[in-house]
């Protein structure tokens, strides 16, 4: 006889544990095998989600409905102001901003869209509106403008308070506001 390694000796001696030993080998090597899957998986399932963001971004996929519902209450419509000319659009502009003053319960007193600005040469539509709103409803009118559709700038924000002794009591309040919407052109 040859003289073997001790340990071929022992597993000569206990082939069990021969068995046990290369079983276990194989159960150490399906979990490293299994992780890295996952791991490879977890990849791909991240990849594809930022895929999917990145094409809903630039355009190129329509963002689903459930996502609309999932992010509460988004707005709906178009970022821009529409109309096929620029004085449809300070019209349209106008015609926001009034619905949105009458809305709170307010009235616009005078508005003056201004289509030559300085910002006109960028795309946007300018307006400066004067009304009357009660003082709680000043923060839902800003609001309003600001979160609806489409997407509306308020640039200026000049606030007068009720004058006193006017009969009523807490009055209304004089509101200068500057609102500014990005106008694409005509489609």
Same mark, same amino acid.
């Given at each position: 006889?040859t ?6 000796r022992y597993l ?9 030993a ?5 159960v150490?090597?399906?979990?490293v095998?299994w992780?890295?899957?996952d791991?490879?998986?977890?990849r791909? !399932?991240a990849?594809a +989600?930022?895929?999917?963001l $990145?094409?809903q971004l =630039?355009?190129?996929? %329509?963002?689903p409905?459930?996502?609309d519902t ?5 707005p709906s419509?178009s970022?821009?102001?529409?109309g ?5 659009a300070g019209a349209?502009l106008?015609?926001r901003v009034?619905a ?6 307010g009235?616009v007193?005078?508005s003056?869209?201004?289509?030559q600005?300085?910002?006109a040469k960028?795309?946007?539509?300018s ?5 009357e !709103?009660?003082?709680? +409803?000043?923060q839902q009118? $800003?609001?309003?403008? =600001?979160?609806g559709m %489409? ?7 000049v ?7 006017g009969g009523?009591e807490g009055?209304r309040?004089?509101v200068?506001l ?6 694409q052109?005509a489609h």
């Open positions: 006889m003289n073997a390694h001790p340990i071929d000569a001696r206990y082939p069990g544990v021969a068995t046990l290369y079983a276990a080998l194989v150490v090597l399906l979990m095998g992780s890295a899957l791991g490879i998986y977890d791909y !399932v990849f +989600a930022q895929s999917d $990145l094409d =630039e355009g190129r996929k %329509p963002v409905a459930s996502a999932r992010a509460g209450s988004a419509g970022p821009f102001l529409e096929p000319t620029v004085t449809v349209a106008q015609q009034t949105a003053v009458t809305k709170v319960g009235n007193l005078s003056q869209v201004d289509l600005g300085t910002q960028q795309g946007y539509v307006l400066v509106a004067s009304c !709103v009660d003082q709680p +409803a000043l009118l $800003l609001y309003d403008l =600001e979160a %489409p997407f509306l700038f308020v640039d200026q924000l606030v007068q308070a009720p004058q006193a002794g009523e009055g309040m004089r200068l500057g609102v500014s919407g990005q106008w052109g």
